[in-house]
């Protein structure tokens, strides 16, 4: 299994702003994901956080909007990027370990855009 | 694209009561699996099932994979109020999970 926090736990930010959040895993992972959950809806995936090379982004998502780090195997960032009242929303960050076909879930980032 | 439509959308019940919610893929699963959510967490996984007819017991959940691997239901016998989450449907192809709407079910004490 694996530990995930996220910081911060939510924000509230004004138009036109960034916001960089932060992913942490207590143990070295292969695959680190992002991704958003609208109020009241599912899960949909931003992208996967490659380490050491460009993050993996799924369509209707772009880099310019949700740049993504992963310096190392345990930690990553997504930033929001001029941010407008559409992107409020939970930011989750997910990871993969080994082979398993389990993946576990953040707390999550509530972000709120006023 | 694959699209997983859950059924109810939500449900509110009293504790003791059954349920059965729904999975429906539009195309065959690669491997489904069950998560619960709870307010201010992220979803928790509750069962993978691969193979097509599998049927697997959690305690009170019980989950079934269609013969055909592109439906699901999962029953709840003698809801608790700690049940209550939104319960969510995912096909696991390796790298991507592709979730369904989601069941928000409510168990009122």
């Known amino acids: 299994s694996a530990v995930i926090s996220q910081k911060p736990s939510r924000d509230i930010c004004q138009r036109g702003t960034s916001l960089t959040i932060q992913c942490q895993v207590d143990?070295?992972?292969?695959?680190m994901f992002w991704y958003r959950q609208q109020p009241g809806q599912s899960l949909t995936l931003i992208a996967t956080?490659?380490?050491?090379?460009?993050?993996?982004?799924e369509s209707g998502f772009v880099i310019d909007k949700f740049p993504i780090s992963r310096p190392n195997l345990t930690f990553s960032t997504l930033t929001v990027s001029n941010m407008s009242p559409e992107d409020s929303s939970i930011y989750l960050c997910?990871?993969?370990?080994?082979?398993?076909?389990?993946?576990?879930f953040g707390p999550g980032t509530r972000l709120t855009v006023t | 694209t694959q699209l997983l439509e859950q059924s109810p959308q939500f449900l509110s019940i009293q504790e003791g009561e059954n349920l059965t919610v729904y999975c429906n893929s539009s195309?065959?699963?690669?491997?489904l699996q069950w998560y619960r959510q709870e307010p201010g967490e992220g979803p928790v996984l509750l069962v993978t099932?691969?193979?097509?007819?599998e049927v697997k017991k959690l305690k009170r959940l019980t989950f079934q994979f269609g013969d055909a691997r592109k439906d699901s239901s999962l029953h709840i016998t003698a809801a608790q109020p700690g049940d209550t989450g939104l319960y969510l449907c995912?096909?696991?192809?390796?790298?991507?999970?592709?979730f369904g709407g989601g069941t928000r079910l409510m168990v009122k004490p």
């Open positions: 997910s990871v993969r370990t080994g082979d398993s076909y389990e993946q576990y």
């Open positions: 143990s070295q992972v292969t695959m």
């Open positions: 956080a490659n380490q050491g090379s460009e993050a993996t982004y």
């Open positions: 195309s065959v699963f690669s491997s």
């Open positions: 099932v691969v193979t097509g007819g």
């Open positions: 995912a096909d696991n192809a390796g790298n991507m999970l592709t």
